[in-house]
């Protein structure tokens, strides 16, 4: 069971804005950054988002996160079909000896 | 430019043993936390160990405690995944990634491409 929850499934058609959520606590988003991974099938993750809003170098800027409270979000715009791909959220949790948690992820799918 | 590949993964019988390793290039090694990070087939990811630079900390996702042991070998920018007393539900492929750790914050920059974990029970 994830610590971090995430819906199961997002969609939308290309040009639209779409956004997903991540919901914690006070022990992981409530006191610590977010980051938001990408993995297309079959591939290893790659970051997307770090520090809950800041892009990698190399990633549009058609992506954004934000975080507030126990729950962030990350938000494609402008959206493409090669964004057809599942999202991890992902906290360091204070409340154990220490450990990164992961949501369950969101599979986006482009219609 | 920065590169993590890991390499072990097999087949193997339920209670038996198996040793990842997770071989970094293009970064200054020893400066980095590694972590191992599951994902079982059709799941999510799960992340399951984690090393300082040096390798004087150690964690461990409570699912593998006493039976995974992380270590490192900086000479030969390798870190390894010693895992014991393998279950069904260690079935996984597994990644390693490099940790960018800063006063704030901090998140895995790279990954490597995976290997796979296969428990026959």
């Known amino acids: 069971q994830s610590l971090l929850t995430q819906p199961p499934s997002a969609s939308g058609t290309p040009g639209q804005r779409v956004t997903m959520s991540c919901s914690g606590t006070n022990s992981n988003i409530g006191t610590n950054s977010v980051n938001w991974y990408q993995q297309f099938s079959g591939t290893a993750p790659k970051l997307l988002i770090f520090n809950n809003d800041q892009r990698p170098s190399g990633i549009p800027d058609r992506f954004s996160g934000s975080k507030s409270g126990t729950s962030a979000s990350l938000a494609i715009s402008g959206l493409q079909s090669d964004d057809e791909a599942e999202y991890f959220c992902?906290?360091?949790?204070?409340?154990?000896?220490?450990?990164?948690?992961f949501g369950g992820g969101t599979k986006l799918t482009v219609l | 430019e920065v590169q993590l590949l890991e390499s072990g993964g097999a087949l193997v019988q339920g209670g038996g043993s198996l040793r990842l390793s997770c071989v970094g290039s293009g970064f200054m090694f020893s400066s980095y936390a590694i972590n191992w990070v599951r994902q079982a087939p059709g799941k999510g990811l799960e992340w399951v160990s984690l090393?300082?630079?040096?390798?004087?900390?150690?964690y461990y996702a409570d699912s593998v405690k006493g039976r995974f042991t992380i270590s490192r070998d900086n000479s030969k920018n390798t870190v390894y995944l010693q895992m014991n007393s393998l279950r069904a539900d260690d079935t996984a492929v597994y990644y390693c990634?490099?940790?960018?750790?800063?006063?704030?914050?901090?998140?895995?920059?790279?990954w490597g491409q995976g290997t796979l974990v296969t428990v026959s029970s």
């Open positions: 090393i300082s630079g040096f390798g004087s900390n150690t």
């Open positions: 990634a490099k940790d960018v750790v800063t006063a704030i914050f901090s998140y895995f920059d790279s």
């Open positions: 992902s906290a360091w949790d204070d409340s154990l000896i220490g450990a990164w948690v």
